[in-house]
């Protein structure tokens, strides 16, 4: 494929991906069955403050990325995009979805929201644009002080959930589904939709040169 559509491609995937994010992100919401654990989060500060959950995605992420200076971690412009468009994309969800009451209702809007996101995740990380920045949180600290990326996750989560929590966000089965089943789910989803760097030309290997018939050798 000729690197200019390898280009478009990847900024198709990139701005898909991020806006598809956020709309499965309000489909969590809007089944209300229990949310991620940074979605916790957004919801807990979100009813505190009365700002918007969708601006208050966006604000948690400039605060996130404002801790990668101490970590020394550089963001890609798929970095800066997730935090310009996965806010007002939920926001947008949150907009034209109704809140589901019903039990089945609610799981099925989850699960529908659950599948999005892993394919949106695909989408925007195999852009290869940069991660967002929680996930970049995340691999910094790992590659800063050598911390095994689990640990890592795991205990910042547990922060985000006890504080979203406290503050008031919805922990339900929805949080507990999303903790067991997104790794797998993404580990599909990210291989399957990378873009492939292009191949590094390499030059032909020369012929091999028939050595010169010596005087006297059989022929």
């Known amino acids: 494929m000729p690197p200019v559509l390898v280009l ?7 701005l898909v991906g991020l806006s598809l994010y956020g709309f499965a992100i309000a489909m969590m919401v809007r089944a209300g069955i229990g949310v991620s654990p940074w ?13 918007a959950f969708g601006w208050v995605t966006n604000i948690i992420g400039v605060v996130v990325l404002l801790l990668w200076i101490p970590i020394r971690q550089k963001p890609g ?8 468009l996965i806010g007002p994309s ?18 099925l809007l989850f699960a529908g929201g659950l599948a ?3 394919v949106a995740t695909g989408l925007y990380i195999g852009a290869r644009f940069g991660p967002g920045p929680r996930d970049g949180l995340m691999t910094g600290i790992h590659r ?12 910042i989560e547990m922060v985000v959930l006890g504080i979203g929590w406290l503050l008031g966000g919805n922990v ?9 089943l997104i790794g797998p ?35």
């Open 8 to 14: 478009s491609r990847r900024i198709a995937q990139l």
């Open 39 to 51: 979605d916790v989060l957004s919801q807990g500060v979100s009813l505190q403050t009365g700002i």
């Open 77 to 84: 412009i798929g970095t800066l995009l997730n935090v310009l």
């Open 90 to 107: 939920a926001e947008v969800g949150l907009a034209v979805l109704p809140a589901q009451h019903v039990l089945w209702q609610q799981v």
């Open 116 to 118: 999005l996101l892993a």
């Open 144 to 155: 800063r002080w050598g911390w095994r990326l689990w640990i890592v996750r795991t205990s």
């Open 172 to 180: 339900g089965i929805g949080t507990v589904a999303f903790a067991l």
């Open 185 to 219: 789910m993404v580990n599909v989803t990210i291989p399957l939709l990378r873009v492939p760097t292009a191949p590094v030309p390499t030059a032909a290997p020369s012929p091999v040169q028939p050595s010169p018939v010596q005087i006297g050798e059989p022929l």
